[in-house]
């Protein structure tokens, strides 16, 4: 759902630039903030792209152009989900125009493909000196400790990664993007929250105030906050691909879960530091943030199977339709912490929160799997057991005990389908998602079984498995997992999502943020837990 590895130019008609038929673009093109003597794709008449290069680690990759479609295919890196940028070809036929920021490039319309003029002496991929090879994971120069759950060695980690996710935005403004990788060069909300919840005591209260702001700056007339706010102080509704000119995309228009995680955001801010002029200043914009998110009669969050729209970032490239789990869950959740935030400060509806929160919570029986201990991801499209909604609603203290007991019976029980390296699938081994398209009536469109969002195993949601397991009595589970986890950072380093073989072998972004302040969340809860008596 961010930048990764894999980029594409998507370019089309209009008055101000050419469609791909239009020009050719067999020959060499150089990226404009790249020294001129160097190239950084050649097109031949074939429409491949057989190298490109560029600075150290974008060597070796390819590309291929059909139709209107170029698409440039970075594998150096490793294997990651594949991410659409949006360009447009000048009139000229001679630049291509990209619409999304990076980190080199942080301001709309900067970042450019130039043609280089044909007879000017361009080597072959051949003849060009080979580049260095991609860097390793560097050592952690953090220090090891023996205890059962190397917290300290997490935290210090997790400091480094969350100082190098920082850029630069409008009005000195710092941003945090979801890696300190910068493959992901925005702020986006979700990963944004968890870093505050996750690890508020190694930021800095006014950056993060100022950042929040930030995000809030982006919410649309209608309510709809912002999937991520740029660089340049754009927003973008939408998971995926900026549209040209950041119009709004017909096949997705947001996130359903923008709301929910703007509000958490809020909540979780006040909450690491509490000011009432803070929170009641932006407590309408959140309240507008949740109104906007579409619900069914019965309370739970509603996508409709004919226009779907994204329902998690998590599983951006899944299109669960009907009633969802997961953001009904962040919808009750928001609503509960928001209501204690408005009671505190005493400013916002506290009434209205506590009452939506009890609408979702008095029918999500109604997302019970028959078939599984489990909860359905949703009610029609993609009706398959969620294994972190599953655990995320035992953390909330939501249905019944004997079902919430029996929800973490199956995760412990049958741990195989569930987790590798203490990390956790979003469904069980060996389903896949069914429906990860748009248009109406589509099906298939799913990344790769075993990759990404499609069947890899994620750190992400061990804060909600965590605080599920101790809510049950099952504390030496979760220890057990964040051990594995924890482990598994050391020995391979903090990434996005991982599959070592089931049954594929990927890796998402390195020195993922939220990978790391969920694990030290969920490694904190444990170490300052007791055992717990399940509650009723």
């Not at 759902?1 to 998507?10: E, P, R």
């Not at 990664?161 to 493959?183: F, K, M």
């Not at 009669?297 to 009633?323: E, I, Q, R």
């Not at 397991?469 to 482990?487: H, M, S």
Request: glycine share 8%; aromatic share 10%; net charge negative.
């Amino acid at each position: 759902y961010k930048m990764a590895m894999v980029v594409g130019l998507i370019v089309g008609a209009s008055l101000t630039y050419q469609p791909q038929s239009a020009c050719n673009l067999t020959g060499s093109w150089s990226y404009e903030p790249e020294a001129a003597s160097r190239y950084n794709w050649v097109e031949e008449a074939n429409g491949t792209i057989p190298c490109f290069t560029g600075q150290d680690f974008w060597r070796g990759a390819s590309g291929l152009v059909s139709g209107a479609n170029i698409t440039l295919t970075f594998n150096v890196l490793g294997p990651g989900p594949t991410i659409i940028k949006h360009g447009y070809i000048e009139s000229s036929c001679d630049r291509v125009v990209m619409y999304d920021t990076q980190p080199n490039c942080p301001k709309q319309g900067e970042c450019a493909y130039k043609r280089i003029p044909s007879g000017t002496n361009v080597p072959t991929c051949s003849q060009l000196p080979p580049g260095p090879p991609p860097p390793p994971p560097p050592p952690p120069p953090c220090s090891t400790s023996s205890e059962q759950l190397d917290v300290a060695w997490l935290q210090c980690r997790t400091a480094q990664i969350l100082e190098g996710c920082q850029l630069q935005g409008l009005n000195n403004t710092s941003i945090y993007t979801p890696d300190a990788t910068h493959s992901y060069g925005a702020q986006w909300t979700r990963d944004f929250y968890y870093m505050v919840s996750g690890a508020p005591n190694l930021l800095d209260a006014e950056s993060i105030r100022r950042a929040v702001q930030y995000t809030y700056n982006g919410q649309r007339a209608d309510g709809c906050m912002p999937d991520r706010v740029q660089t340049d102080g754009e927003s973008v509704m939408s998971p995926g691909p900026m549209i040209p000119g950041n119009r709004q995309n017909k096949a997705h228009d947001h996130a359903w879960d923008n709301g929910p995680f703007a509000a958490l955001l809020l909540a979780a801010t006040v909450k690491a530091w509490p000011n009432q002029s803070f929170f009641c200043a932006l407590e309408p914009q959140a309240r507008l943030a949740l109104d906007f998110v579409n619900r069914s009669s019965n309370g739970l969050v509603y996508n409709d199977p004919m226009h779907p729209n994204c329902t998690y970032g998590f599983t951006d490239t899944v299109a669960k339709t009907g009633n969802i789990l997961f953001t009904s869950l962040l919808y009750y959740d928001a609503s509960q912490q928001m209501a204690a935030a408005s009671q505190k400060f005493s400013c916002g509806n506290t009434s209205k929160y506590l009452h939506q929160a009890a609408a979702i919570a008095s029918t999500i029986n109604a997302m019970k799997d028959p078939n599984s201990p489990l909860f359905l991801a949703a009610t029609v499209d993609n009706r398959i057991p969620d294994v972190w909604g599953s655990a995320y609603l035992v953390a909330l203290g939501l249905s019944s005990l004997p079902l919430r007991q029996a929800v973490m019976q199956e995760l412990i029980s049958n741990q195989s389908i569930y987790f590798s390296a203490g990390q956790l699938r979003s469904i069980p081994y060996p389903m896949y998602w069914t429906r990860c398209c748009w248009s109406p009536g589509c099906s298939g469109g799913c990344p790769a079984d075993g990759t990404y969002q499609n069947g890899a195993y994620w750190a992400t949601p061990l804060s909600y498995l965590a605080s599920a397991a101790l809510a049950v009595g099952q504390r030496d589970f979760a220890v057990q997992i964040v051990k594995e986890c924890i482990d598994d950072f050391k020995e391979n380093g903090i990434y996005e999502d991982v599959d070592y073989g089931h049954p594929a072998s990927s890796k998402g972004v390195l020195n993922y943020s939220a990978s790391a302040t969920n694990v030290l969340w969920a490694a904190n809860l444990i170490m300052n837990s007791t055992i717990l008596k399940p509650s009723k």
